[in-house]
């Protein structure tokens, strides 16, 4: 439960970001309305992007994983139309810096607020065996 609330938070410092700095993805203001959007942005990813991802496994091996950015774009213009007012990208270019962004952030947040255990998990790695 720590770890989708995490996950929840970790979302929204993101898009709050993202919605500051880049003057085509508006957010209503609102600490209401960032935690929904939010939360429709991690119930898309949760729920469509596994789905989306592997419907188009045979393009992200093709285009050696560089069509990532574009469907994760995808699945924010999803969540524009969604969210109906409170969120809007003004286009599919934005949406792909946006996409970007948020991933760069989310990625260097969760490395910062994960718990010591799921750090320490990490760090081990594969055995290597040293054959002398």
Known sequence: MRRLILSWLVNAVSL???ASVLP???LAEGITTLLLVAL???LINAVLRPLLYFASCGLIVLTLGLIIPILNALLLLLADR????RFEIAGIGWAIIAALMMGVINAVLTQILAPEKEKKD???GPYVINAR
Do not use: Y
Request: aromatic share 6%; proline share 0%.
């Open 16 to 18: 709050f970001v993202v």
């Open 24 to 26: 085509g993805v508006t």
């Open 40 to 42: 429709l942005i991690g």
């Open 82 to 85: 969604l969210a109906g007012d």
């Open 122 to 124: 990490k760090d081990k």
